[in-house]
């Protein structure tokens, strides 16, 4: 089983990018696509991020064998009872969320009887919007597929071959084992960078603009991340609390016995602490899912969020 026409609802950075890689990667496969902003879709069309942009998106979905939705996970449901009555028979239904065990229950819910295949590609930008995306954002990044239990596994093959042939490399994973690993590396630092950021802007001894002139790296990396779409990520904090919320009381722990270390003078805790966690991001290098170049590449779309 191969796709051979994708329809992509929501055309935002990952819908826009998806929509600009399949023409780029994979030119045989027909594209479509719709947003429920009029002005994403106007510049959606402008910029060629699908063949095809329609006016509903039930009229997106028509023909379409493989389905992908790119909305905040939040806005899941509502998508998917959207695009209910253009669905053709034998198509399979798969998002781009970055929680899946709420999102599989939602689309399972308002989608009865059709094959729902939830995916998360990890990769992205702080950037949002028609004008974010490029087709370059999956290579060499991870594309997590959730299949439930009862899934085709002729479905799963091809929507893998699918991101695969986007450039990622492709795993599949258990959802709830899936949303405990991202809120760890991805929506813990989040909701860090957010609170830094916040604080930073409320001190009262401190003004906006020496925070902003004086800012050193780490400061300016935790900007770039809390730059990033605000109903995105309050969606996704939301429907991953669970585990957010037990790998928030995890740093909590380990934040307090950081406190003490400080307080006590311990270096040596401190030493060890910092070594660990260099060597960590020596093996995220190694492994492909960063850049040891000068601001980390990311002026070349290098960056995921």
Same mark, same amino acid.
């Given at each position: 089983m191969s796709f051979s026409?994708?329809?992509?609802?929501?055309?935002?950075?990952?819908?826009?990018?998806?929509?600009?890689?399949?023409?780029?990667?994979?030119?045989?496969?027909?594209?479509?696509? $719709?947003?429920?902003?009029p002005a994403t879709r106007q510049r959606a069309a402008e910029r060629g991020l699908v063949e095809r942009v329609c006016e509903t998106a039930a009229e997106a979905v028509e023909g379409a064998d493989l389905v992908i939705?790119?909305?905040?996970?939040?806005?899941?449901?509502?998508?998917?009872?959207?695009?209910l009555p253009g669905l053709a028979e034998g198509v399979t239904v798969s998002d781009v969320g970055s929680s899946k065990q709420t999102v599989?229950?939602?689309?399972?819910?308002?989608?009865?009887?059709?094959?729902?295949?939830?995916?998360?590609?990890?990769?992205?930008?702080?950037?949002?919007?028609?004008?974010?995306?490029?087709?370059?954002?999956?290579?060499?990044? $991870?594309?997590?597929?959730?299949?439930?239990?009862?899934?085709?596994?002729?479905?799963?093959?091809?929507?893998?071959?699918?991101?695969?042939?986007?450039?990622?490399?492709?795993?599949?994973?258990?959802?709830?084992?899936h949303d405990l690993v991202l809120a760890v590396t991805s929506h813990l630092p989040h909701l860090i960078a957010y609170t830094i950021v916040g604080t930073a802007d409320d001190l009262?001894?401190?003004?906006?603009?020496?925070?902003?002139?004086?800012?050193?790296?780490?400061?300016?990396?935790?900007?770039?991340?809390?730059?990033?779409?605000?109903?995105? $990520?309050r969606d996704v904090f939301l429907s991953n609390k669970d585990a957010v919320l037990e790998m928030l009381q995890r740093f909590s722990?380990?934040?307090?016995?950081?406190?003490?270390?400080?307080?006590?003078?311990?270096?040596?805790?401190?030493?060890?602490?910092?070594?660990?966690?260099r060597d960590i991001r020596r093996s995220i290098i190694e492994e492909g899912q960063d850049d040891a170049r000068p601001d980390f590449g990311r002026s070349d779309h290098g960056g995921s969020a």
């Open positions: 026409r994708v329809a992509i609802v929501g055309l935002g950075l990952l819908g826009g990018s998806t929509g600009l890689a399949v023409r780029e990667m994979l030119p045989g496969m027909a594209t479509s696509g $719709w947003d429920a902003d939705l790119c909305v905040p996970v939040g806005a899941m449901g509502e998508a998917a009872r959207a695009i599989a229950r939602v689309l399972a819910e308002a989608l009865p009887g059709i094959a729902v295949i939830p995916a998360h590609p990890v990769a992205g930008t702080e950037r949002s919007g028609p004008d974010a995306g490029f087709a370059s954002l999956f290579r060499n990044r $991870w594309c997590i597929v959730t299949p439930p239990a009862d899934a085709d596994p002729v479905r799963v093959a091809a929507l893998c071959a699918f991101w695969e042939g986007l450039g990622a490399k492709v795993e599949t994973m258990d959802a709830a084992h009262e001894g401190v003004t906006q603009s020496e925070v902003i002139k004086y800012s050193a790296g780490g400061f300016r990396d935790f900007t770039r991340i809390a730059a990033s779409d605000p109903t995105m $990520w722990e380990d934040l307090t016995a950081l406190q003490r270390a400080i307080r006590v003078g311990d270096g040596q805790a401190l030493f060890e602490q910092f070594t660990r966690t």
